[in-house]
């Protein structure tokens, strides 16, 4: 089985401050791990993955996240917050060596930037 | 281009009346997968198909039943058993490899009349 928490239902930061959106996991594999972005009344949008290698990986619109397995972690960063930034921010998981990509999501994480 | 469409955008239902969810997409992957969306719970699975002419229950299939004839079609029928069926829903695709991202539709928002 596993589980996804997001830390932190709602978060606000300035704009040009850092962005920190907190993922953990729980896996009986070594997972696959996914942040998506959804702006409002519209779909899911993939953000960055990490499947195998370099623990550090760079997404699209400036973020990127890092594996740490040993805290079970997978947080989300930005160094400096755009008010183009604010939506709802999700985390997932996927087993790895199963077949078929079913994802386990967090709640979900909605960030507000302020001017 | 190639993407997922959901038809239609804003759905409403009347007691006792099943409604039909379109989901077509034209990336070519295999598995396909509908969501529902609440406020504050993230997405919860409903169904989703690996491959033509099999489907799979998630973890809230009560009420709902989809079918999938061809590989490009998933639609989903929220019948009149599902007793709350005002939220979000999300049709997914991807490829059956575990470490491939599932792709999104807009989504379909349906309501109670």
């Known amino acids: 089985a596993q589980s996804v928490t997001q830390l932190g239902s709602h978060v606000s930061v300035s704009e040009g401050a850092l962005v920190l959106l907190r993922c953990n996991y729980s896996s009986s594999v070594p997972p696959y791990l996914f942040w998506y972005v959804q702006y409002p009344n519209q779909g899911l949008q993939l953000l960055l993955k990490?499947?195998?290698?370099?623990?550090l990986v760079k997404g699209i619109n400036g973020f990127e996240a890092e594996f740490k397995k040993s805290e079970t972690s997978f947080h989300l960063t930005k160094p400096s917050a755009h008010m183009s930034d604010a939506a709802e921010y999700f985390c997932a998981v996927s087993p790895s060596g199963t077949s078929g990509s079913r994802l386990t999501f967090g709640e979900g994480t909605q960030l507000t930037v302020n001017p | 281009d190639g993407g997922i469409t959901q038809s239609p955008k804003y759905l409403f239902r009347k007691e006792g009346q099943n409604v039909t969810l379109s989901c077509e997409q034209n990336l070519n992957h295999d598995a396909m997968y509908w969501y529902r969306q609440d406020p504050g719970q993230g997405l919860r699975l409903i169904y989703y198909s690996q491959i033509v002419n099999d489907f799979q229950k998630g973890d809230i299939a009560e009420g709902y039943s989809v079918s999938r004839e061809k590989k490009e079609s998933f639609p989903l029928t929220v019948t009149s058993a599902q007793k709350n069926p005002t939220a979000f829903y999300l049709c997914?695709?991807?490829?059956?490899?575990?470490?491939?991202?599932?792709?999104f539709g807009d989504g379909t928002r349906l309501s109670i009349l």
């Open positions: 997914a695709s991807s490829s059956r490899d575990s470490n491939q991202p599932q792709h």
């Open positions: 990490y499947t195998t290698g370099a623990t």
